[in-house]
């Protein structure tokens, strides 16, 4: 997609909109031949220092308290996550649907207490000893899927 194709109209409308797919294709736009040149010179590892950027200023209007400056940071730290995952996208690795697939299981998976039906836990410190049982298992089992 050559961004010279993208009209003003339909910038207008990427810009205003709150879908998640509407930034994934921004993305893909600004990665196109025609699109970025900043943006497309980029790889995972160029990336890293503003997705460590960014994380911090999300934890410094944290605590500040700056709701406002929140959702912007939080909107960056997301643009980290649609940016690396359109770079492993173009690469063939995966797509942003894949992380989100992922993530959407690995929560169900390790909130057995809310979404299986398991033994009900009553504190945070119960779920999060759970969690990472939950964690630990998955670990050993895709160790030993890899040999």
Known sequence: MDHRKI???????????????????????LLAPGGCPWDRKQTHTTLLKYLREEAGEVASAVRRRDWSNLKEELGDVLLQVVFHSALAERD????????????????VRRHPHVFGGGERLATPAQV???????????KRRAAGRAR
């Not at 009209?7 to 736009?29: E, P, T, Y």
């Not at 063939?92 to 929560?107: C, E, P, Q």
């Open 7 to 29: 009209s003003k109209r339909r910038a207008a409308a990427l810009a205003r909109s709150g879908s998640l797919s509407s930034l994934a294709a921004i993305m893909r736009v």
């Open 92 to 107: 063939g690795r995966f797509r942003l649907s894949d992380v989100i697939r992922t993530v959407n299981a690995k929560m």
């Open 128 to 138: 999060l000893s759970r969690w990472k049982k939950i964690k630990q298992a998955e």
